[in-house]
């Protein structure tokens, strides 16, 4: 990492748009708490996304105490379309299964894989981020070497050289390889905003204090660059979504529990869409993804706007 931070989509995404003040010192974490407040209350994008991620939270916790028919469970009346009639609200698919437990169920695992991907992405690159920016030195060849290599390795045979020798694959498998492969780009984009801060007045003054590398990074470079880590997990977070989405799309998902991404895999396999007709089956998952996905990305817009005085028009 001792050449200019390569260009990144996710990395301009974030680094663009959150500027660090370069007299900026930490702000104290009451004021910089009331402010956000005061302005996220005022951005409609915030708003709107934060009510959808949390209708869809709500349906992933209570869902399931709601309909508590097994998502597997093949007893029920096959291809039977929509209706007001409890535990029937999306129908059921070609084995009988029903639509409405298995869109839960799945909504559950969805968030789940997303939630532990992006945190396992985000403490990973944060890590490596930090370290190779603010050592400099051989530590970040060395950590930059890492990042490439795992930067260009082919994910797709990766997992299927694992799967080869794993008789089951659960979600928590799912949600931990999304994490191992989803880092370099945050670890680029921190390293390259440790760099400008590494310099400062503030970080000079507390290495003559005696204090240690980690203790300068969580104490003085991470606050201020908090805002910067938050808008990073956020999009960790919908990465982390359409990577395990993808992946059970294409048959190399868990092979037990259900997940939204199953459920558009399972319709596909048995033709739901082109032959059969139902589609309920594929629909609710579809827009599911569609609306988490969408509903991240217009809170990362809207956090833009929170945290950076330049793009506020609330």
């Not at 985000?122 to 603010?134: L, N, P, Q």
């Not at 930067?151 to 390889?177: N, Q």
């Amino acid at each position: 990492m001792s050449g200019p931070a390569s260009t990144d989509p996710k990395m301009e995404s974030v680094s663009g748009s959150v500027d660090i003040d370069k007299e900026a010192t930490a702000v104290p974490a009451k004021k910089a708490g009331g402010e956000f407040v005061y302005f996220a209350l005022r951005s409609r994008k915030f708003l709107f996304a934060t009510a959808i991620l949390l209708v869809l939270i709500g349906f992933a916790i209570f869902g399931p105490m709601i309909d508590t028919t097994d998502p597997m469970d093949t007893n029920g009346v096959q291809m039977s379309s929509p209706t007001m009639d409890a535990g029937n609200w999306f129908g059921t698919t070609i084995l009988g299964e029903d639509v409405f437990a298995q869109f839960v169920n799945g909504l559950r695992a969805t968030f789940f894989v997303g939630l532990l991907a992006g945190a396992l992405a985000a403490f990973i690159g944060m890590a490596i981020g930090f370290t190779a920016g603010y050592k400099g030195g051989w530590v970040d060849e060395v950590l930059n070497m890492i990042t490439n290599v795992v930067l260009v390795l082919p994910t797709l045979a990766v997992l299927i050289v694992i799967s080869s020798y794993l008789k089951a694959r659960g979600v928590l498998f799912e949600a931990v390889f999304v994490g191992l492969f989803s880092w370099p780009w945050v670890a680029r984009a921190i390293r390259a905003q440790t760099f400008t801060l590494r310099s400062r007045d503030f970080i000079d003054l507390a290495k003559l204090s005696g204090r240690g590398t980690w203790k300068i990074i969580i104490q003085e470079i991470a606050p201020n660059m908090s805002s910067y880590l938050f808008m990073v997990f956020i999009l960790l977070f919908g990465g982390a979504i359409l990577f395990a989405a993808s992946l059970d799309f294409i048959g190399l998902g868990p092979t037990g529990g259900m997940s939204l991404g199953l459920m558009m895999f399972n319709s596909v396999t048995y033709g739901a869409a082109l032959t059969l007709g139902l589609w309920w089956w594929f629909i609710p998952p579809g827009l599911g993804i569609m609306a988490i996905v969408g509903a991240l990305y217009v809170m990362n817009v809207g956090l833009d706007e929170i945290f950076n005085p330049k793009l506020r028009d609330i």
